[in-house]
Every structure is written in C-alpha cells, then in structure tokens.
C-alpha cells in the first residue's frame, strides 16, 4: 500500500486523497502505521487525505489509540470524494 501511495502523491498536487476502508475487516499496528505515514506525505505536500468508511472494530481502534482525532474520517467514500471536489477546497495545512 505504501508503494502505491507514494505513486498517487505524484498524480495531483497538492495531492487530495480518500482511502477507502469499507472492506477493511482488521487493522493491526503495521496498517496503523502506514496510515500514518500516508498522512504525514500528504500534509508535508501540502494535500489533504481523508479516510472513509471504517467499520466497527476499525472505528474502535481508531477511537482507543486516539487516531480518530488525528485523521480526518468521514462515513462513505462518496461523501469524502465530494468535498474533496468542492470548488475552492483547499489543504488544511500548507505543505
């Protein structure tokens, strides 16, 4: 995953991403941590990136290590593409 990550930084800058993780069924600490090495990327390039669709145990864990706090969840894929899209959207944090 990292790997096409690193690729999909190079498609759009700065570069807007969701991960959608509907079928995601288990994260363990190495999902976790790419996670956070995608954010780190994105907002070191100034993009944005948005997670979607956790489910419950995924959502638990984010909740128990805090990263719901650091990530930016929404609940559907579609939802997260859309203000992506939004005219004007821009990065939070300037890369």
Known sequence: MRDRVTKALDLTQPPMLVIDMQGVEVCDSSGLSVLVYV???VTASGGR????????R?????????????????????????????PGNSPPFPG
């Open 39 to 41: 954010h780190k990327a």
């Open 49 to 56: 990136l948005l997670l979607a669709g956790l489910n419950g």
């Open 58 to 86: 995924c959502k638990h864990l984010f909740a128990i290590t805090a990263l719901d706090k650091f990530f930016d969840i929404r609940s559907t894929a579609e939802l997260a593409i859309a203000e992506l899209s939004e």
